[in-house]
């Protein structure tokens, strides 16, 4: 091998500090974004998601159908898929949003199907008596829901709709699609510029475990205090 090769080779594999350093800002830039579409996704998907499971107890079946098969529609549907209908075809019919404004509706609502099935579960896990006590105190409704079932419910829940939220970072990346700037897009547009993906790319992925691992550790924490 000539010494050429040989050097070029070396730089190919060496870290170039100065590389990352010139990334940071737009690093920066790319979790500010990340960061936003995460807490306003997880706020329309747990808000819609709790509408949906309530939805599903409907006492009539015109309103269980319907939204049954909504959910199971979306959550069938690959999120990716929805983004590009979202971005792509809406404007057609004379709606459209910004490409992180669509992001954040997307990720929400595809993931308000996962977080209402959870909602339902903690729902179903209210003792029966609960239902009955309600009924003989001859409490509407909308009372029974709010001041007997869903406080019961959703303690039950939250550490699996903390999972969720998880779950939303790592398919945040699919944003990137419809031109996004969050971290991966980022990074994509810095090492197209620069050719040096290795330093771009790790950082990101870095970010994303220094993001998700002491979230999962504040779940698991969560956890144990409303189990106990």
């Known amino acids: 091998m000539s010494t050429y090769s040989t050097t070029a ?30 807490a ?30 909504l959910t199971e529609f979306i959550r069938n ?16 019919w004379g709606v459209q949003f910004s490409s992180l404004t669509t992001g954040i509706i997307a990720i929400g609502v595809h993931y308000s ?16 008596g609960q239902w009955e006590a309600a009924r003989a105190l001859s409490l509407s409704y909308r009372r029974t829901w709010t001041a007997v079932i869903l406080p019961q419910a959703v303690r039950r829940v939250v550490p699996a709709l903390g999972n969720y939220v998880i779950a939303m970072l790592k398919d945040t990346p699919l944003l ?15 090492a197209s510029d620069t050719f040096q ?13 220094l993001i998700a691992y002491p979230s999962s550790l504040l779940i698991r924490s969560l956890e144990r205090r409303l189990v106990h």
Request: net charge negative; glycine share 6%.
């Open 77 to 92: 549907t690959p999120l990716l898929v929805q983004l590009f209908f979202l971005f792509f075809v809406l404007p057609e």
């Open 9 to 38: 080779a070396a730089q190919a594999d060496s870290w170039d500090w100065q590389a990352v350093v010139d990334f940071l800002p737009h690093f920066w830039e790319g979790v500010l974004v990340t960061l936003q579409v995460l």
């Open 113 to 128: 199907t996962y977080t209402a099935q959870v909602y339902r579960a903690g729902i179903d896990a209210v003792p029966v």
């Open 40 to 69: 306003l996704g997880s706020l329309i998907s747990f808000s819609l998601g709790l509408v949906w499971a309530v939805a599903l107890r409907a006492p009539t079946r015109f309103v269980r159908w319907p939204v049954g098969m």
């Open 197 to 209: 993906y290795t330093e771009a790319l790790t950082v990101v992925g870095i970010a994303f475990i």
């Open 176 to 190: 990137a699609g419809i031109g996004v700037l969050e971290l991966l897009q980022q990074a994509r547009l810095e």
